[in-house]
């Protein structure tokens, strides 16, 4: 597998003195879909600074695709094209006069312009619902919306990583479901994906592996199931166990289920096994 995305030894301090990342190395193969967890401050959106080249790390490099980041106006032209972030609060994103002008904004820095932009803007507006509010000006936008806007001005560039900081905070379960399928489509036309998320359910629905931060440490990675199906490991870091995975080692311990079967990813797995018992 191809490592998209590679960290080797990040360390990353503000300039208040706060260490936000200590010797990070981590791995993303291309078309994952990984899912950073830990706890508020364990250093999570300092990383992602760091992927798109936001942050430069005091220590450390990050290789895309085996070449390091050039930190070059040229270089992060480059790789924000390649490696697009959304992030946590949109408001630190969006700052066109009107939604059309702020999802252009991308595509014109990267000299495209003409039908090819105007085509490209108008079928993602399309995709993501923008259309009856294309004309506001960004500031005036719910926060749901301002969300859809932001996914919107990323995709719009097609970049070959997409980086969520909590994709849905703050979103009521339309947008929440909106913003769920179109991070469950990406990764089949071979986008990478990385989140952040508190949502542990989520998580283990949607990620193939999951990085566990701990005080801007790497706490702990590897795939969903089995991070989840670790008591201590979820202990340790104060995260709590999947639902469903709950109720599934209850079933186990009870006999109902054999613990054979495969950890399930979601209650519509769990209720087929019930219901195949
Ligand atoms: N601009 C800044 N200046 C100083 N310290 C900062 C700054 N931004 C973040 N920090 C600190 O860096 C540490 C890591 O914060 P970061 O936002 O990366 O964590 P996080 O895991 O994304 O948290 P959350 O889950 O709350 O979003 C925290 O101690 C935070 O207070």
């Known amino acids: 597998m191809l490592n998209v995305l590679k960290t080797e030894n990040l360390t990353y301090t503000y300039e208040d003195g706060t260490k936000a990342l200590n010797n990070v190395s981590i791995s993303i193969e291309k078309g994952d879909k990984t899912a950073f967890l830990g706890a508020n401050g364990s250093g999570k959106s300092t990383l992602f600074l760091c992927l798109n080249g936001i942050l430069k790390p005091q220590h450390g490099r990050i290789l895309f695709k085996d070449q390091p980041i050039e930190y070059s106006r040229k270089g992060l032209l ?134 566990v931060f701990k005080d801007g440490e790497v706490f702990a990675e590897g795939k969903t199931e089995d991070i989840f199906m670790n008591k201590e490991l979820l202990k340790q870091t104060n995260l709590r166990q999947p639902s469903v995975i709950k109720l599934f080692i209850h079933l186990c311990e009870r006999g109902i289920l054999s613990r054979n079967l495969p950890v399930p990813q979601n209650f519509d797995t769990l209720e087929r096994y019930i219901i195949g018992t």
Not at 129 to 134: L, T, Y
Not at 140 to 149: C, E, F, I
């Open 78 to 211: 480059g790789l924000r094209s390649k490696v697009g972030i959304v992030f946590q609060d949109p408001d630190n994103q969006l700052f066109s006069a009107s939604v059309y002008q702020e999802i252009s904004f991308g595509l014109m820095n990267l000299g495209i312009s003409g039908q090819d932009a105007v085509k490209k803007v108008e079928t993602i507006m399309e995709e993501m619902k923008i259309q009856p509010f294309r004309h506001k000006p960004t500031h005036l936008l719910s926060g749901g919306q301002k969300k859809q806007v932001s996914l919107a001005d990323i995709l719009v560039m097609e970049p070959e990583v997409i980086i969520l900081d909590e994709p849905s905070s703050a979103l009521d379960p339309k947008h929440t479901k909106m913003i769920n399928d179109k991070l469950n489509s990406l990764p089949d036309s071979g986008v990478t994906v990385i989140i952040s998320t508190h949502d542990v359910d989520y998580a283990l629905e949607w990620a193939d592996k999951v990085i």
